[in-house]
């Protein structure tokens, strides 16, 4: 299987209450965890989502982890 699929991501807060993603399938199956960056203010924030249950779309993601990196550029001495 090639190409992509709906994903919905949830989150213990409005960090991700719903949002609806496209991904692409892993080796012809859904992906098992799927990680999201952001970068802001030097500061880079990756979220990681574990696949839920569900067959159907849109596949159902639960939040399992954040990991908050600081560009050590931005820091002040």
């Known amino acids: ?6 994903a919905v991501l949830y989150g213990p ?10 991904l692409e399938y ?9 990680i999201t960056e ?3 203010e030097g500061e880079t ?8 249950q569900g067959a159907e779309e849109p ?3 639960r939040f399992v982890d954040e990991q908050t990196t600081v560009d050590e550029a931005d820091v002040p001495n």
């Not at 807060?13 to 496209?22: C, F, H, R, Y």
């Not at 892993?26 to 799927?34: F, K, M």
């Open 59 to 61: 596949i159902p993601y």
């Open 13 to 22: 807060n409005p960090i991700a209450a719903g949002t609806e993603v496209e």
């Open 26 to 34: 892993t080796d012809g199956e859904y992906q098992d965890i799927v």
């Open 1 to 6: 299987m090639t190409g992509t699929y709906k």
């Open 45 to 52: 924030i990756a979220r990681s989502y574990r696949k839920g």
């Open 38 to 40: 952001a970068a802001a």
